[in-house]
């Protein structure tokens, strides 16, 4: 009887200093810092389309804007790492750019310095300095529910991102990546008549930043043509309407789309 309660006592005692150990010493969690590499040499090269709306010259029948289709690639290199004023590790990212050009392929021409621009990766942020301007793009740990003032870093109005999706397999144009994430910078629901504004971002590990846009346009509300005539939004008109989609019907704004067309380490 002494010997089996010995025998218990030791298993009991076994048993809490396991829990302990696990307590202590938790399983490591993936805190998703790959999504935001900082190697040196590391490339990503970017089909970019800047749509511009001119409201200053509106269509006098559609009373639509001309758009204004700006083309180019960009190509954002890791270059060095060098520390800031604050002795932290931050990456030099050197920005290329190539003109499109209806009569040579971009693979005819020369890279471009446009910028340079800096990063840094922290145990709980990514941040970029665009055109001088600190934004913090991510947050780490990549998880459900995480939420954070991009604009904690600068003086711009508080904008709360957000991760609407993380580690899914998605291909983007014709590249295939298992596990991209999606911030959502600011959505403003797509239900206001007059304008649209959406700004997000996605990143695949081991790559970075693989697609970004930024959509700021307005419009007026105007419904369905009917023999030629303009019905505005809430009109008496027996005739039938149906409101436009408001980016159908743009009367001026900014839309930019940026596309990954490859990626690498040279």
């Not at 050197?94 to 990766?121: C, F, G």
Request: net charge neutral; charged share 20%; hydrophobic share 35%.
């Amino acid at each position: 009887m002494r010997n089996a309660f010995i025998g218990i006592c030791l298993f009991s005692f076994m048993v809490v200093g396991w829990v302990s150990c696990k307590k202590d010493n938790p399983v490591g969690i993936n805190m998703g810092y790959n999504y935001f590499p900082t190697d040196v040499g590391r490339y990503v090269i970017y089909d970019v389309d800047s749509i511009y709306y001119d409201n200053a010259n509106l269509n006098s029948h559609t009373h639509l804007a001309p758009a204004d289709t700006f083309k180019f690639q960009l190509k954002e290199k890791i270059e060095s790492i060098y520390s800031d004023n604050l002795n932290r590790p931050t990456v030099r990212l050197e920005r290329y750019v190539k003109l499109h050009n209806d009569s040579i392929a971009y693979s005819q021409m020369p890279w471009t310095l446009r910028n340079v621009w800096a990063e840094n990766r922290t145990a709980s942020t990514a941040e970029k300095v665009e055109e001088n301007m600190r934004y913090i793009k991510l947050a780490f740990p990549v998880k459900d529910n995480q939420t954070w003032n991009g604009n904690a870093q600068n003086n711009n109005q508080e904008m709360d991102y957000y991760y609407s999706y993380y580690d899914q397999s998605i291909k983007i144009r014709n590249i295939q990546f298992d596990s991209v994430l999606q911030v959502i910078q600011y959505d403003d629901g797509g239900n206001i008549i007059t304008e649209r504004q959406l700004y997000t971002e996605r990143y695949a590990r081991k790559v970075g930043l693989v697609s970004k846009e930024s959509i700021n346009i307005q419009s007026q509300p105007y419904a369905a043509w009917s023999n030629s005539v303009q019905y505005p939004y809430g009109s008496d008109s027996t005739t039938a309407f149906i409101l436009k989609p408001i980016m159908q019907r743009i009367t001026g704004g900014i839309h930019l789309i940026m596309w990954v067309n490859s990626y690498g380490v040279e």
